[in-house]
């Protein structure tokens, strides 16, 4: 219903426009008929004669008010232009006959036929109405020979200006169309690009939401199974996965928070990258006992916080991956290295591993690759069954220094 309205509205203004570029037209015409009208009231006809001719060329007034002006304006042929033009023909005629200076009307008369008639069908009644005052002047015994050069110089300025009416008529429609096609591509192109700014929010919500809370919630969920089985035997371990996963809590909980109000990490707030990361990775042995190694190589320094962001969100991933995955794993290594040209993340066990080329990489590291090209970084995965995974993110110095 709203595209409908839409659409009228665009139709409304479109016709408003036609209509308001057509009253040059209309000015034209007027001034045509009030000239005319003049000539004949100081020409030297007898009086019934005058009023006679004033009397049809004011009545061409209404004929093309009430029949003519519509399809000029909307551009249709149809068998209304044919009876608007044989009348208004029939009216010139008989303005012509009671008043051979009434012939001036054709200034307005051969406009309407050219606008009125396909141009084929309006140069044959233009041949016909500037025949007239040769006709009128042969039927009275004038002097045919002082105006027979009018209706060849007429006929021929009225073809001239015919052809100028319809290129200008087809350029301005050719025109409008183009107008119109070009509004509706814009209409195309900002409706792609609002769906592809939802399409692209959603993804990052997505991403933000995978990345915080669901790691989160699988981090507690381990550790209360974990805690379940040591509650009997070992109540010290229990209690301690307990307060961890109240600890995780807590981050996830601060994680929503912060990305709610698109804020910097809590892990990253007060502190560098190498310590964001190795939280996690405390983490980690924490929540499965597992044997991981922290490493920095390289001289640390500060990265703008898009790249500590990326890195960050990538290294949680790696190491969610080797909590989900890394079955029968014994070690982790994590690694963060500072090269002149750029930095460089590394996680890497010895699990079951996985085949990269028989699986799309889930949504995790598809998130993960797209995190990274944001900034023109790289993500490598290696990886074969039973010889463990290797995940390396790679940022060059430029994008960290964007």
């Given amino acids: 219903m709203r595209a409908q309205n839409e659409t009228n509205e665009q139709r409304s203004v479109q016709t408003e426009s036609k209509v308001g570029w057509f009253g040059l037209w209309d000015a034209f015409f007027a001034v045509s008929y009030l000239v005319t009208s003049m000539l004949l009231v100081i020409s030297d006809n007898p009086g019934s004669d005058q009023t006679l001719a004033i009397g049809a060329l004011t009545l061409m007034v209404p004929w093309y008010a009430w029949l003519g002006r519509r399809p000029m304006i909307d551009k249709t042929y149809g068998p209304r232009n044919l009876v608007f033009a044989a009348g208004l023909v029939l009216l010139f005629c008989l303005t012509?006959?009671?008043?051979?200076?009434?012939?001036?009307?054709?200034?307005?008369?051969?406009?309407?036929?050219?606008?009125?008639?396909?141009?084929?069908?309006?140069?044959?009644?233009?041949?016909?109405?500037?025949?007239?005052?040769?006709?009128?002047?042969?039927?009275?015994?004038?002097?045919?020979w002082g105006v027979v050069a009018f209706p060849p110089l007429s006929l021929a300025l009225s073809v001239l200006l015919g052809v100028w009416i319809k290129r200008v008529t087809r350029q301005s429609k050719e025109r409008a169309q183009l107008i119109e096609e070009l509004r509706r591509s814009r209409e195309r192109v900002a409706g792609l690009s609002h769906e592809a700014g939802i399409a692209a929010e959603r993804e990052r919500l997505a991403r933000e939401i995978h990345d915080t809370l669901a790691q989160g919630l699988t981090s507690i969920i381990s550790l209360i199974q974990a805690a379940e089985t040591k509650l009997r035997d070992e109540p010290d371990q229990a209690a301690g996965h307990l307060s961890r996963a109240g600890q995780v809590a807590k981050d996830s909980l601060a994680e929503a928070r912060n990305f709610v109000a698109a804020r910097t990490p809590p892990t990253l707030r007060g502190g560098s990258l190498v310590q964001a990361v190795r939280r996690h990775a405390d983490g980690l042995v924490t929540e499965t006992g597992l044997d991981v190694r922290t490493s920095v190589h390289g001289e640390e320094r500060p990265l703008p916080m898009p790249v500590n962001v990326v890195l960050l969100r990538a290294a949680q991933e790696a190491i969610a991956n080797v909590r989900k995955h890394a079955g029968q794993a014994r070690g982790v290594d994590v690694a963060v290295t500072f090269e002149p040209d750029a930095v460089r993340l590394l996680v890497r066990d010895d699990g079951a591993g996985f085949d990269p080329g028989g699986t799309g990489g889930g949504y995790g590291l598809n998130g993960m690759r797209a995190r990274v090209a944001e900034i023109d970084g790289t993500v490598t995965i290696d990886s074969s069954p039973g010889a463990g995974t290797t995940v390396e993110v790679t940022i060059p110095l430029e994008a960290a220094r964007a």
């Fill in 96 to 144: 012509t006959a009671f008043g051979l200076i009434g012939a001036f009307a054709l200034f307005a008369v051969a406009p309407m036929l050219i606008m009125s008639l396909p141009m084929a069908w309006a140069v044959g009644l233009l041949v016909v109405v500037n025949l007239v005052p040769l006709v009128i002047v042969w039927s009275g015994g004038g002097d045919v």
